[in-house]
């Protein structure tokens, strides 16, 4: 488990200050539950990032203005789940990719929802619809999906189950199971805890993947509304998946492809930012390498996912800034190294240098400020 990625399609935060919540008034919930809460309840996880969805609130602009604000700080907010009912809002984010219409609280209008989702398919087809509802309103999904068949559907909490009765709850996963644009999220259910888990788990599990292939199975935690925390829901799920000779390829699938291709999540930029210092005398020379970078050179580095890569002079001193896309930075920067023509290039520059890193002439330096 040391090395599976993980995106987690299903979390919440919020801080009372920014935006008010009526329904975790005098409840458990009635504090903040922060990022940062958030980011250390995966522990020593491998936790690439997550999908924040929208916690009802009820001043939802106040919301969307937070979490928008908040998402353009923080690279492991990789998308944004916003209310049906601000879609159309002046407020734009590049990372909203879901809406949401918690469909539990009221008896669903049918044709109220199909015009709602009609209006905003029309506006981004690329959008994804979380369905939150109860088990018994399953079925209205085929309806959703029929009349948009490319539109991308995803069970929000396994359908919300109900225990009693799973040959009826397993009837219904079977039918919405066969549409292509359906997928289910393995997320725990409001108020889920270990022992509701021990007991109904393994069958809910063995129903979903009676029916359901696994490229249409997405990980969530439902932080922190779930009694189980998410290092702990990791680590459960990943030992049932074991059990049900899931493959470690198909887990991985569930842990986070699924999760990249679904919401069409773009790689993550990582920022770097180096100095180091020039020789005088070699100023010209190596202004004079890089106007006439080698195309070898360049294609390396962005083979190894580099990108937007710069080097500005300022006296004594280069800056140099670059991003990177990829997934294993060590491993890149490694074939980087090994390549006959990069280290035919690194012969001259190195020698217009004078090194400020122990084993590089480049330097780390920190990131102090940054605003997409």
Not at 124 to 147: M, P, R, S, W
Not at 270 to 280: D, N, V, Y
Not at 289 to 313: C, F, G, P, R, V
Request: proline share 3%; with cysteine.
């Amino acid at each position: 488990m040391e090395n599976l990625k993980i995106i987690d399609t299903h979390f919440h935060i919020w801080e009372r200050e920014f935006f008010a919540m009526e329904w975790i008034k005098n409840s458990e919930f009635d504090r903040d539950f922060t990022f940062k809460d958030y980011v250390k309840s995966y522990k020593d996880l491998n936790f690439y990032g997550g999908i924040y969805i929208e916690v009802d609130s009820t001043q939802k602009e106040k919301e969307l203005a937070y979490i928008q604000n908040l998402a353009r700080q923080k690279d492991q907010i990789l998308g944004i789940c916003i209310p049906q009912e601000t879609f159309f809002s002046k407020q734009k984010s590049p990372k909203t990719c879901a809406i949401r219409k918690i469909m539990h609280k009221e008896i669903p209008c049918e044709e109220e929802i199909l015009q709602s989702i009609e209006k905003i398919y029309k506006e981004n087809t690329k959008i994804v619809f979380e369905a939150c509802l109860l088990e018994k309103d399953l079925l209205l999904l085929e309806k959703i999906a029929t009349k948009f068949p490319k539109l991308k559907i995803v069970i929000n909490h396994f359908g919300n189950p109900n225990f009693s009765d799973l040959e009826n709850y397993a009837h219904k996963i079977k039918t919405l199971a066969k549409i292509a644009n359906i997928y289910c999220k393995l997320s725990p259910c409001d108020n889920f805890d270990i022992q509701i888990a021990e007991q109904n788990l393994d069958k809910i599990l063995k129903i979903i993947f009676s029916y359901f292939p696994v490229e249409k199975l997405l990980f969530g935690s439902n932080y922190p509304v779930s009694k189980i925390p998410p290092y702990l829901w990791v680590k459960i799920l990943y030992t049932k998946l074991l059990n049900l000779h899931i493959s470690h390829e198909n887990i991985q699938k569930i842990f986070a492809k699924n999760a990249m291709e679904c919401y069409e999540i773009l790689p993550k930029k990582q920022r770097f930012s180096q100095i180091t210092k020039i020789k005088q005398d070699m100023l010209e020379t190596y202004k004079n390498l890089h106007y006439n970078a080698w195309k070898e050179i360049n294609d390396t580095l962005k083979k190894a996912h580099i990108q937007n890569y710069s080097i500005y002079h300022y006296g004594d001193y280069l800056f140099a800034y670059f991003e990177y896309t990829g997934e294993d930075f060590s491993k890149d920067m490694q074939q980087i190294a090994q390549d006959s023509f990069t280290q035919k290039w690194w012969i001259q520059t190195d020698a217009c240098q004078i090194p400020m890193g122990e084993n590089s002439p480049w330097l780390d330096i920190t990131e102090v400020f940054h605003l997409d």
